[in-house]
């Protein structure tokens, strides 16, 4: 495609390296900016700029926040003897808009995958071991995907946890509400058989 | 949905006035800026803020462009007798795709839409019939969405070239190469018997 000016060319260049974004969309978003009102493009241009240096990640849980401590941390009202272990932000938000959960979090930011180069140090690993060695957890729930890197992740928190004296559990994978058995993959099905659980009256 | 940071909300509420975002595909896009590297967002962002400034528009066909006059407009090699009128740049990308049209542009910047409150005068008709009487031209080519606003704008602008002496012309439109007649659409069909064209061996 030959885009018609530079700026174009450039901004296009950039929003493709967002998740989802094609080049086709790219240029409609762009086309579209173009006809934004001039202080709204001043607006979104400024927050993306100043993103990196005004986002900060909570000392304790390592999720997205304004201040130090996130809104989970800092809320006295939670089960604090509870920490659920995610992946990325996004889950965490996924998990909290269930309203099943009332303890804390521990965000990642990745998983153990050394085809990419991330080891256990290139993830807040470390400070979640800290965290249940000096704040009294009694459990740590994996929320992680069922892959192979997730649970290679883990297998390997689940092995330093070993000798600190806590719970271990992973979420329950299984058939989806609502799913018809017909239409559920093998590996799914045969998992959910597997871990069936007790059904009483 | 609750966000953890008030720059993740603000960025969240400018993406979504873009064609086609979502809140969640703006939080994913969010998400993922927050882990690009900070020269990154920083390029990003001026690019944005920029934008309008820097976006010039041609003074002759009114597309987007670097400089006072566009890439087609500045091309010598083109057929500079004919004019091919249209709503957007994006519409202009698409003809210059199929390769099958060597003339001028006109970018409309929009439609005709009394409801919208668009008159004529909020695009840039005047310009195109100056350009009629003063650059030779001889066919005005409509390559316009076939809508009512559409229709309402090529009805308006040909009226208004009635005394000019040039040719006017419009897109053909009918069943797209490759259609099965009985997916087609009854009006797309209809005009396309309507508008039969001699077939000889």
Same mark, same amino acid.
């Given at each position: 495609m030959e885009y018609p000016s530079t700026i174009i060319k450039e901004l296009i260049d950039q929003f493709v390296k967002l998740p989802g974004i094609g080049k086709r969309t790219a240029l409609r978003m762009v086309l579209s900016l173009i006809k934004f009102p001039e202080e709204d493009t001043q607006k979104l241009g400024e927050l993306i700029s100043n993103l990196k240096t %005004? !986002? %900060?990640?909570c000392k304790k849980c390592n999720t997205i926040c304004d201040d130090d401590y996130c809104m989970i941390c800092s809320d006295r009202s939670r089960d604090n003897e509870s920490v659920c272990v995610v992946q990325e932000h996004r889950d965490l938000m996924a !998990? *909290?808009?269930?309203?099943?959960?009332r303890g804390l979090y521990h965000v990642l930011g990745g998983l /153990? @995958?050394?085809? +990419?180069? !991330?080891g256990p140090s290139e993830l807040s690993i470390g400070s979640l071991i800290s965290r249940v060695e000096n704040e009294k957890i009694k459990e740590v729930i994996f929320a992680i995907n069922a892959t192979l890197e997730g649970d290679t992740t883990i297998y390997y928190i689940s092995k330093e946890l070993k000798e600190k004296n806590v719970k271990t559990?992973? /979420?329950?994978r299984g058939i989806s509400i609502g799913t018809e058995l017909e239409? $559920? +993959? *093998? /590996?799914?099905?045969?998992?959910? !058989? $597997? @871990?069936?659980? +007790?059904?009483? /009256?």
């Open positions: %005004k !986002i %900060k990640h !998990i *909290e808009s269930t309203g099943q959960y /153990i @995958n050394p085809l +990419d180069g !991330i559990s992973v /979420i329950s239409f $559920a +993959d *093998e /590996i799914t099905l045969g998992r959910s !058989i $597997a @871990n069936r659980t +007790d059904y009483q /009256i």
